[in-house]
Each structure stands twice: as structure tokens, then as C-alpha cells.
């Protein structure tokens, strides 16, 4: 599987950000999907997660209530609509395909891993 995101950018606290992930390669339904972050010298940091048919999502506490995880199997894209965005929601923004039908947190559980997409949130 490939993973391509985008949508990324540089934004005002408060603002909102669509990042999206294309998936090609596979059979894009097959994968749970996760958003993942990370800033210089951190470890990668879970942010959400969905299943294959998207009726199940998981979210990191640290954006609970801001951030939204969807797919659109048709298209073969994650998205993760992220609102009220933070100075501490800055970092790299990748999206990862994991061949299990349960939505994990942990990073070491998926397969196949995006570029990034770099979000920076100005105070």
C-alpha cells in the first residue's frame, strides 16, 4: 500500500485543517487506519484511528472533542478534519495502514506508513 498525505500547512490557533491520506496498491478496505504525529527529538505520538468500515474511531485524549477521523473506502482515503487547532498540535502528520480489523494506537501495529504532512500551529 502507498500512502500519500496532504493538506497540511501553516495556521493560526483556533483555525481548522482537512488532512487527507490517498491509498493506492491494495484493497483499501482491508486496512484500519491511523493518523500518527511527531515533533523533532519525540517519539511518534497516536492521534486516531478507524476500522476498515469506519464504525469504529479511537482518539488520543490530547484531541478528543477537536479532531475527527472518517474514510471514504470509494475514494481510498483517510481523513482527519482537525478544528480549534492548538501551538501543540504542531508536528509531522502521517497516516499508516495496519492489515488487522481492530483500529490500534500503537504505531509498531501497522504496516505501511505515508510521507507526512508538517502542521504548524501559530500562537
Known amino acids: 500500500v502507498q500512502l500519500v498525505e496532504s493538506g497540511g500547512g501553516l495556521v493560526q490557533a483556533g483555525d481548522s485543517l482537512r488532512l487527507s491520506c490517498a491509498a493506492s496498491?491494495?484493497?483499501?478496505?482491508?486496512?484500519?487506519m491511523g493518523w500518527f504525529r511527531q515533533v523533532p527529538g519525540k517519539e511518534r505520538e497516536f492521534v486516531a484511528s478507524?476500522?476498515?468500515?469506519?464504525?469504529?474511531?479511537y482518539y488520543a485524549d490530547s484531541v478528543k472533542g477537536r479532531f475527527t477521523i472518517s474514510r471514504n473506502n470509494a475514494k481510498n482515503t483517510v481523513y482527519l478534519q482537525t478544528d480549534s487547532l492548538k501551538p501543540e498540535d504542531t508536528a509531522v502528520y502521517y497516516c499508516?495502514?495496519?492489515?488487522?480489523?481492530?483500529?490500534?494506537?500503537?504505531?509498531?501495529?501497522?504496516?505501511?506508513w505515508g510521507q507526512g504532512t508538517q502542521v504548524t500551529v501559530s500562537s
Open positions: 499508516a495502514a495496519g492489515h488487522s480489523s481492530w483500529p490500534s494506537r500503537t504505531p509498531g501495529e501497522y504496516d505501511y
Open positions: 478507524i476500522n476498515w468500515r469506519g464504525a469504529v474511531t
Open positions: 496498491g491494495r484493497t483499501f478496505s482491508d486496512y484500519a
